[in-house]
């Protein structure tokens, strides 16, 4: 056990020697850097142990692609950040930082949501577990596009079911899930659907205060419903 772990490091330590004995000086990184994001899955098998640093190595080297790299927000090459953004997921798919940036970026500065979608569902594919990843996916969608009431909803219910606190960085977003889920339904004018969710989230809820909360709002939901139906 003592040697496997002394030969990872090793692994580790040659894999950051090799990647600061190819970075590019500061003149040439912008024109170097789609060559150290090409073929991820290659670099991963190559890295080996060493795959989460090098992830770490390459987050650092994001700089020439990003709004640093071009010094204006709205002159960033989208396709060599959404490429880098890639290769980092593919080397640590835990080092979710780049992904949660590179969306961001895309729904809010060239306005592509469905950029910034196609991306948080390939992370979250790879990382299903990530709160970090899930409630940035439902902020973007819900603030910059009216069509995902569905992905919306499927995105809340498996934040639900997460195990431990529902923490975004500092925020507890534990009361947001059942805000979320009618929401996005009543936009789309599905109040019965918005119902369905509710009576689900209330029944996978364990807190007792959160299923008072959660069957209040549902008593509201449904009387409006049917003030509505009359």
């Known amino acids: 056990m003592v040697g496997q772990k002394v030969?990872?490091?090793?692994?580790?330590?040659?894999?950051?020697?090799?990647?600061s004995m190819t970075l590019p000086t500061p003149s040439k990184q912008r024109d170097d850097a789609p060559l150290l994001f090409s073929h991820p899955l290659l670099l991963r098998a190559?890295?080996?142990?060493?795959?989460?640093?090098?992830?770490?190595?390459?987050?650092?080297?994001?700089?020439?692609?990003?709004?640093?790299?071009?010094?204006?927000?709205?002159?960033?090459?989208?396709?060599?950040?959404?490429?880098?953004?890639?290769?980092?997921?593919?080397?640590d798919e835990r080092f979710t930082v780049p992904v949660l940036y590179t969306a961001t970026y895309l729904a809010t500065i060239p306005h592509d949501i469905e950029g910034a979608k196609e991306l948080l569902d390939e992370a979250i594919a790879r990382y299903p577990s990530s709160l970090n990843l899930i409630m940035t996916e439902v902020f973007l969608l819900a603030t910059y596009s009216n069509h995902y009431d569905g992905l919306i909803a499927k995105r809340v219910k498996q934040a639900a079911l997460l195990p431990g606190a529902r923490r975004y960085g500092k925020i507890n977003v534990e009361g947001w899930?059942?805000?979320?889920?009618?929401?996005?339904?009543?936009a789309q004018n599905r109040r019965a659907q918005a119902i369905e969710d509710l009576r689900w989230l209330l029944k996978v809820t364990t807190d007792p205060k959160r299923k008072k909360i959660i069957a209040m709002h549902l008593k509201e939901l449904e009387e409006a419903n049917t003030t509505n139906n009359n």
């Open 46 to 91: 190559l890295t080996g142990p060493s795959h989460t640093l090098m992830a770490d190595w390459l987050w650092l080297q994001l700089g020439s692609v990003d709004e640093t790299g071009a010094q204006d927000s709205y002159h960033v090459d989208l396709e060599a950040l959404i490429r880098a953004t890639r290769t980092i997921g593919a080397l």
């Open 177 to 186: 899930l059942e805000e979320f889920l009618v929401a996005a339904r009543v």
């Open 7 to 19: 030969l990872a490091l090793f692994v580790a330590v040659v894999g950051l020697i090799v990647g």
